[in-house]
């Protein structure tokens, strides 16, 4: 890694005008373009604290070797200039949209002589309109019903060929969903003009194309023709089928597009609803690692940097509004820009109420299921799972493949109501069942490091006791009962006893930096286990630590390795605070009566409502508890014996800060 001070431009060299910068790795590599208002001001922030900056913007400036900016005459000129360089040098820190590929698309290849309609997915490609995304059985349907009215070519490069060496159309032809361009029953002019009509329907056109027929069909019906004006019904049904398919949620004169994104600390999945005329004409979805220190704006105006600068707009034109979750860094800038693609005016806003703001929330809950499903799949695809096993066995220069890996995090508030969580991953995937729940008390608690040594000891201690009583049930079974005399034998009916944790983990995963890893591995060697390897996440900088050891061992950030231990630390983390809520939740609700043996829920409920509170009961003599519903003279004597035991020790409700939620204890 290179030393941010080894290519520090100074700074009298360094202009104050608008411009776009590069910086470039040791091989001249372009690796991340920016842009700024002052080039002097943006780049002295890179490297006047290089050990303060963000954990992906530290990575940046270390890989880089070099440092170049370029001064422009405007803002709109450097979002411009920004936009053309990563676009042609696909800079690795820089966030790239990934389309999502979930649904295939209605697509017309209008860069072909004879464009073709079909169903495509994957990557999307020059030259070709696409409309959609749809499910696989809708866009079948809508493809079948559109070839009835607008017959253009469907068929593949080899079977058009060979039609067309026959002479003799294929089947769609014969039954007048393909104009058959290929035997010349239509020329390549009107078969473009086709297709052309084709998508301006699927662009949101509708109503004028069944205006158009609808006037056909009258003009039919003037003139007896009644075979014609059948067909022309026909078809006006079809495409009113098609067209009522879309919903109506905004206004008719509405065209806009509708962002929405929801995000975590690595990555961001993004929707966008296209609507035209008011109706949603179609959806699309990415999913971005978050690479960069982006805020929110800054996310949203690379978003629309890259939708509208690839291709203009897929969906026929771009529209007169732009809505987004906030609003973009160099909002007016940007839409200076997108008016300039689209040749008018273009309206970046943010809906705050009405019925924008709610396809907005709607848009916002495809986004949050998008990144659920993103990282589900990415977890169970069994042979990402794989790389992620062996890229971290390599990188920690482990000698054992890791076919179990337990995770390790401790939560509390403010000291209070510690607990930890131990979850599991078996062959990369977690094993729910063997997830535990720690209640650390006493000086285990005191901190961080103490509470992982003391988790630690519990769950290796239940390893050794469980592999010690295996190792007495199998010497008793080869020896036989005389071998153990006085032992308990079990017959053929006997249940064996469940081991909870009799089978170790190839490696052990803290949630923390260096104290909690020394602390870890303490606890192991203070049990004599040395086969089972340690390791912690830092979450500042993702760094994994290694036992008695100055310096992390960096993964690479798009490392499948880090991304599995990321994914195990988190839902150590989840599982270790649910359980805190829970037994805070416990805490606050408890009561001076629940200690009272003998005293359930119900007489409890009845007793404070005899009394009023646990002062009145507590000052209660034996008579006047006998009184309360469903408590008898015995009950009511141990009522009182219990409190006057306890004293001054009395357990009492407790006090609870509101603004910390820590508990006072009285």
């Not at 019906?221 to 009522?244: G, M, N, P, Q, S």
């Not at 000291?415 to 720690?438: C, H, I, Q, W």
Request: glycine residues 8%.
């Amino acid at each position: 890694m290179a030393n941010p001070a080894s290519y520090r431009p100074k700074t009298g060299e360094i202009p104050t005008n608008p411009g776009v910068y590069r910086f470039r790795d040791p091989h001249g590599r372009v690796i991340y373009v920016g842009k700024a208002k002052s080039l002097r001001s943006r780049l002295n922030s890179y490297f006047a604290n290089p050990a303060g900056l963000l954990p992906k913007t530290y990575a940046m400036v270390h890989a880089a070797s070099s440092v170049e900016w370029t001064v422009v005459g405007s803002e709109l000129e450097s979002l411009q200039l920004e936009y053309t360089w990563i676009k042609e040098f696909k800079p690795r820190f820089n966030v790239v949209f990934r389309d999502d590929k979930t649904y295939p698309y209605l697509a017309v290849t209008m860069g072909e002589k004879y464009p073709r309609v079909q169903v495509m997915r994957g990557d999307k490609r020059k030259g070709t309109r696409y409309f959609g995304p749809y499910t696989a059985g809708a866009i079948r349907e809508t493809m079948d019903t559109l070839l009835r009215v607008f017959p253009v070519r469907s068929c593949s490069a080899g079977v058009f060929k060979r039609a067309e060496a026959s002479g003799r159309p294929c089947l769609l032809g014969y039954i007048d969903k393909c104009s058959a361009p290929c035997v010349g029953r239509i020329s390549p002019e009107d078969h473009r003009a086709l297709a052309d009509d084709f998508c301006a329907f699927m662009g949101g056109e509708a109503k004028r194309f069944i205006n158009k027929l609808e006037k056909q069909m009258g003009d039919a019906v003037a003139k007896l023709d009644y075979e014609h004006a059948a067909r022309l019904r026909d078809d006006i049904t079809a495409l009113r089928k098609v067209f009522e398919r879309n919903a109506v949620v905004l206004s008719e004169d509405t065209d806009a597009d509708v962002f929405a994104l929801h995000e975590d600390e690595l990555e961001a999945a993004v929707q966008v609803f296209h609507v035209r005329g008011g109706r949603i004409r179609g959806q699309r979805g990415w999913v971005v690692e978050k690479v960069e220190d982006f805020t929110t704006p800054d996310l949203v105006e690379h978003l629309l940097q890259q939708v509208y600068g690839e291709d203009g707009d897929t969906h026929g034109r771009l529209p007169r509004e732009v809505l987004v979750p906030v609003a973009p860094s160099n909002q007016e800038d940007l839409a200076n820009w997108l008016g300039g693609i689209r040749g008018a005016k273009v309206d970046i806003r943010v809906p705050q109420r009405g019925d924008k703001a709610a396809l907005m929330s709607t848009v916002r809950e495809n986004a949050e299921h998008a990144l659920k499903l993103h990282k589900t799949r990415r977890a169970g695809d069994i042979t990402v799972r794989s790389q992620a096993l062996q890229e971290l066995q390599e990188a920690l220069d482990l000698p054992v493949p890791l076919l179990r890996i337990e995770c390790f995090d401790v939560s509390h508030v403010q000291g209070t109501n510690v607990v930890a969580s131990m979850v599991v991953v078996e062959d990369g995937l977690p094993k729910k069942s063997d997830y535990r729940k720690f209640s650390i008390t006493g000086p285990a608690a005191a901190d961080d490091t103490a509470a992982m040594h003391d988790v630690l000891t519990r769950r290796f201690r239940h390893y050794l006791q469980d592999k010690s009583a295996q190792v007495d049930e199998s010497v008793l079974e080869a020896d036989g009962p005389e071998a153990a005399p006085g032992a308990e034998v079990l017959d053929s009916t006997t249940p064996a006893p469940k081991a909870k944790f009799a089978y170790p983990p190839n490696l052990v995963v803290v949630d923390g930096g260096q104290p909690q890893v020394n602390a870890a591995a303490r606890a192991l060697k203070d049990l004599g286990i040395d086969d089972v390897y340690v390791v912690g996440l830092a979450k500042r900088l993702e760094e994994v630590w290694l036992p008695d050891s100055d310096f992390p061992v960096i993964l690479p950030r798009t490392s499948q390795g880090l991304y599995l231990l990321q994914r195990i630390r988190d839902e150590a983390h989840r599982f270790a605070i649910t359980f805190h809520r829970q037994k805070r939740g416990k805490a606050m609700t408890v009561s001076a009566l629940d200690a009272v043996p003998g005293l359930g829920a119900s007489k409890r409920k009845a007793l404070l409502a005899h009394f009023g509170s646990v002062k009145g009961v507590k000052a209660a003599t034996v008579e006047e508890l006998a009184e309360a519903k469903g408590i008898g003279p015995a009950l009511a004597g141990a009522i009182v014996n219990h409190f006057a035991a306890e004293g001054a020790e009395a357990v009492t409700v407790p006090a609870i800060n509101m603004t910390t939620g820590e508990i006072i204890e009285t």
